[in-house]
């Protein structure tokens, strides 16, 4: 089997003194896991960014077999990001969600557009908000829509709009912008909220029935922004 793609740096792990496992999100493959010879020379590593946009050659004998990856560096997107900790954190966190949430070798090209969207969020001066959408798009394309818009609730409180989602158990706060996307009034206390609220839906209805946790490069962006 041998192919080449566009493809984005999800993740990468030490194999061998001079070599490397990623995990790349590619345009017409979906997610694959390779080996990079000499992956951990000066010359490579410095491509190997979580984040960036890569070339890559993919060389398998068997489908039941890793393969091995050619890389060349197409678009260095995450260094532009060094200086900026809240956004190379956020880069970190969404590259982990993808590799966490996709399935391997399952061609997906929507996801692969989202990434490209992901980097153009970044460049925006409501990039916080922004990425909230995102990740709701990211998990609608896997099958894990929310329908906050059909679920929410709303009340009014002193003059004030808000939405909120009741079960047998709880009654749980919709921060407005989430309901009303022209809603300008979001500050960094509705942005943690609905943070808050899609960490929530991802740890009890996706990871803990998988047996996985909340990545830990998740609670770290959000503790940056806080």
Same mark, same amino acid.
């Given at each position: ?54 070339? =890559? *050659? /993919?060389?398998? $004998? %068997?489908? @039941? ?95 004030? =709009? *808000? /939405?909120?989602? $009741? %079960?047998? @158990? ?57």
């Amino acid at each position: 089997m041998n192919w080449d793609d566009s493809a984005y740096l999800v993740s990468k792990n030490r194999y061998s003194e001079n070599s490397i496992i990623a995990e790349v999100f590619t345009e017409n493959h979906g997610k694959i896991s390779g080996i990079i010879f000499g992956g951990t020379s000066k010359k490579i590593k410095n491509y190997l960014q979580i984040g960036n946009k890569i070339y =890559v *050659n /993919y060389n398998s $004998k %068997s489908v @039941t077999r890793i393969g091995y990856f050619k890389i060349e560096i197409l678009k260095a997107l995450t260094p532009l990001y060094f200086d900026e900790n809240q956004k190379l954190s956020c880069i970190t966190s969404a590259m982990h969600l993808i590799k966490l949430l996709t399935a391997e070798a399952q061609s997906n090209k929507e996801i692969f557009k989202l990434i490209d969207k992901f980097f153009e969020i970044l460049t925006s001066d409501n990039w916080i908000k922004r990425y909230i959408f995102w990740e709701l798009e990211l998990l609608k394309l896997l099958g894990y829509d929310l329908e906050l818009k059909t679920m929410a609730e709303k009340e009014i409180v002193d003059n004030e =709009v *808000n /939405y909120y989602v $009741k %079960s047998s @158990t709880e009654k749980k706060s919709i921060p407005n912008f989430l309901i009303d996307e022209n809603n300008i009034d979001v500050n960094l206390k509705n942005l943690l909220n609905g943070l808050k609220l899609v960490s929530d839906y991802l740890e009890k209805s996706i990871l803990k029935p998988n047996n996985l946790n909340l990545p830990t490069s998740r609670t770290h962006f959000i503790n940056l922004l806080k």
